[in-house]
Every structure is written in C-alpha cells, then in structure tokens.
C-alpha cells in the first residue's frame, strides 16, 4: 500500500510539473507582451519563455521592442539571451522573488530623425506618461479577483540583482550609423520596498527599460555625438530667427 501510494505521488508530482509549466510559460509571455507594449507605448513581443519548475531556471527565446512611428529601422531593442534564476518558494506567495536575471548581448538602436527627435526619447516619454498615469491609480483595483488568478497579473516582483551585459548600440542618423559598446549596467532590489511586498510588473517593466535607455542615451552623447553632427547641423540650418542663434549658443558643435 505505502509503495503504491509513493507511486501515486510521484505521478501526481510529475504531472503537475508537466501541466504547469506550459500554463506559466503562456501566462509569462501574455503578460509581457501586454503590458510591455503598454509601458513603452509601442509594440512588445517575447516570443518564447521557458520555464523549469524543479530549478527554478527560465530563458527567453526572442524579445523584441518595436519603434515608434516614422523611424526607419523596426526595432528599438532586441534581445535573444535572458537566464532568470526564481525563488521556488516565493511562487506560492503574492511577491515573486527573482534572484538573478542576466541579459547578454541586447541589439539597440538609437535613430535619430532631427536635433530634437530620436526614438530613445520618445520612448522614455511614452514610459514616463505611463507611470503618472499609473501612480495615478494606485488606490484604484485595476484587475478583478478572478483576472488576477487566471492571468498571473496581480502578482508583485522583487528582483535581487538584473546585470545587462556586452549590450551593442547602433546611433543611425542620415544615413550614418555609428557603433558603440554600453557599459555594463548592474540594478539591485527592483521593485523593494520598506515592507518587501514588491511592485506590481509594469513598474518593474518600466524601471528597467527606463534605466537601460537612459544609459544608452548619454552613451551615444558621451561617446559617439560628433559622428551625428552632420544630421544635427543640418537640421539646424533648417531652423530660422532666434531659435536657430540660441541652439548655436549651446556650443554643442564646437569642436
């Protein structure tokens, strides 16, 4: 009886693993692709996840972040190289605790139309209006009951330690491009807080994609802004009055 009963379990066992698995995975992508392209206002796809339940090891297959209108290269930021490392535990609680996620490797593009649009910039605007509108709400239920069971939605995140590393970034303008390597960018204790309860996942989504575009915005300035000057200054000739004087006062094309 014992032997069949511990026979019993290991089947139970390794049919949840089976069963469970493949329902993360689908809920993990359904999320990030949703609210993802929600935060960055723009088109978010993952095309795979997978998870291991007995290790608590995932990867990610492709991530992809569209551009916004009007630029010519599709992606902003692509990546094919994510391994998470999960707290088994912390899944039967209401904060999900990731110990590591390492991103190797991410493409990104820095495009850049005229002296005051580049798609970096609107993107950190379009995250910026999203989280006002976001804290906005915060006393507000934006999921019911049932929506945050089914979907994995109303979950919290802390995330120990997320290291983005070898990230290669191309600044396109006119026709030139310019490569440049972006340091390696370490963040700790995302999503933390006093009580450690988390934050929901498109504040998480935001603060890392915010802190990553940031970094390659001022190393395209620090690094690579002359190999742009062409594009810049005539965009400024374009420019008439006083509007044009007070942009060459800035001494940004001095050599």
Same mark, same amino acid.
């Given at each position: 009886m014992k032997k069949r009963n511990l026979l019993l379990g290991i089947v139970v066992i390794a049919a949840g693993v089976y069963y469970f698995t493949p329902s993360v995975n689908s809920i993990v992508k359904k999320i990030v692709n949703k609210y993802g392209s929600e935060v960055v206002g723009t088109e978010v796809n993952l095309e795979g996840f997978d998870f291991s339940l007995t290790k608590g090891e995932a990867s990610v297959k492709e991530l992809t972040i569209a551009n916004p209108a009007n630029y010519k290269k599709p992606y902003l930021f692509e990546l094919k190289n994510v391994s998470v490392k999960v707290d088994l535990k912390s899944l039967t609680t209401d904060t999900i605790v990731i110990d590591n996620i390492e991103v190797n490797n991410p493409a990104i593009t820095y495009e850049m139309i005229s002296l005051t649009q580049n798609n970096i910039k609107e993107i950190q605007n379009n995250i910026e209006t999203?989280? @006002?509108r976001s804290k906005a709400k915060e006393t507000e239920?934006?999921?019911?009951a049932a929506e945050e069971k089914s979907d994995g939605s109303? !979950? #919290? $995140? $802390? +995330?120990? !330690?997320l290291s983005v590393n070898d990230a290669s970034l191309t600044a396109a303008a006119g026709g030139e491009e310019v490569s440049i390597t972006l340091p390696t +960018?370490? /963040?700790?204790? +995302?999503?933390?807080?006093?009580?450690?309860k988390g934050t929901d996942i498109p504040q998480i989504i935001a603060k890392i /994609?915010?802190?990553?575009?940031? $970094? @390659?915005?001022?190393?395209? $300035?620090?690094? #690579?802004l002359n190999n742009l000057k062409s594009v810049a200054e005539e965009n400024l000739n374009n420019m008439?009055?006083?509007? !044009?004087?007070r942009v060459k006062n800035l001494g940004i094309f001095k050599k």
């Open positions: 999203y989280s @006002a239920e934006e999921l019911s109303g !979950k #919290k $995140v $802390v +995330i120990k !330690k +960018i370490t /963040m700790n204790n +995302i999503g933390e807080d006093s009580q450690n /994609m915010n802190r990553i575009l940031t $970094v @390659a915005s001022e190393s395209v $300035v620090s690094n #690579k008439v009055g006083d509007v !044009k004087d």
